[in-house]
C-alpha cells in the first residue's frame, strides 16, 4: 500500500457507517439485542451508505478520491471472506482491499465496545475471536497482518479509551 492509498483509508474510514442515517433512531439506541426483522433493516445500512456516498461523487465537479473508497467501505465492510456476508455476497479477492481492511477493524471496535445486547470483550478475548474468523469471515492476510501488529491495536486502544 502506498502512503497516498493509507491516507484516503484514513480520511474514508470515519464514513463506513454513514447509511446508518437512514435508520429508525430506535434500532441505533436499542438497549436490547435486536429480533431478525430489526437485524435485516438494520444490514441495508451498508446498501444505504454506498447509494449516499456515490450520489455524493456524483454531484461533485471535480474527482474526490477518498469518496470512492468512502463507498467500497461503507457497501462491502459487512462482506466476508468465505462468502456469506452482506449486502452483496461478495468472497475472497472480489471484496475490495479497503472493505476487508474495514471488516476486520469496525469488528474489533465493536468487540472492545459495550453495545445492544453484548458485553465488551477484553482486548485478549477481541484478539482470539477475530483469529478465529481468519479465513472465514476476514481476509487470511488481513488477519496475520492485525494479529502481527496486535500490541500496536492495543496501545492505540489505551491511548484513545472510548468514552460511554
Known sequence: ?????IYL???????????????????????????EGDRAVMKT???????????????REHPAPFLALAKELARWHHEEWAGGGYPDGLAGDA?????????LA????????????AKALSLDEARDALADGRGVRFDPDVTDAFLANFDEFVEIVEKYPQSD
Do not use: N, W
Not at 1 to 5: A, I, K, L, P
Not at 46 to 57: I, K, P, S
Open 45 to 59: 445500512h451498508t446498501r444505504l451508505g454506498g447509494e449516499v456516498l456515490e450520489r455524493a461523487e456524483r454531484d
Open 106 to 117: 469496525d469488528a474489533f471496535d465493536t468487540l472492545i465496545s459495550s453495545r445492544a445486547g
Open 95 to 103: 471484496i475490495p482491499v479497503s472493505a476487508r481492511l474495514m471488516a
Open 1 to 5: 500500500m502506498t502512503s497516498d492509498y
Open 9 to 35: 483509508l484514513v480520511q474514508s474510514a470515519p464514513l463506513h457507517d454513514i447509511g446508518k442515517i437512514g435508520l429508525p433512531d430506535r434500532l441505533l439506541v436499542e438497549p436490547e439485542a435486536l429480533d
